[in-house]
């Protein structure tokens, strides 16, 4: 029932900046935390960042300083702005969403965007 869409990937020089969005749709809990994980070749996914809907940050030490997560919560956008890239950030990119109710874990996943580091 939720559908989430990224956009924004690309390739991008060492040093240079690059913005991810992704775009929830469908029937969304108003309270949720939104993140970006990572996933590159032949590696587990980790963590990026994430924010909740109250707006409390979360990031990977490895982005700390050079990314910053926000969100737009009328338009259940959530966004990563992505400055200072190294080659070490190349990797798929993934959009997520989980909420909690009393009885339920909600968790959605988008397809993916490719962001590429090059040297």
């Known amino acids: 029932q939720v559908q989430l869409v990224e956009s924004g990937g690309g390739l991008v020089q060492a040093g240079g900046s690059l913005g991810l969005s992704c775009a929830a749709s469908g029937s969304i809990f108003s309270i949720n935390t939104m993140g970006w994980y990572r996933q590159a070749p032949g590696k587990q996914r980790e963590l990026g960042a994430t924010i909740t809907s109250g707006g409390t940050t979360n990031y990977a030490d490895s982005v700390k300083g050079r990314f910053a997560i926000s969100r737009d919560n009328a338009k259940n956008t959530v966004y990563l702005q992505m400055n200072s890239l190294k080659p070490e950030d190349t990797a798929v990119y993934y959009c997520?969403?989980?909420?909690?109710?009393?009885?339920?874990?909600?968790?959605?996943w988008g397809q993916g965007t490719q962001v590429t580091v090059s040297s």
């Open positions: 997520n969403l989980r909420a909690h109710t009393a009885s339920r874990e909600y968790e959605y």
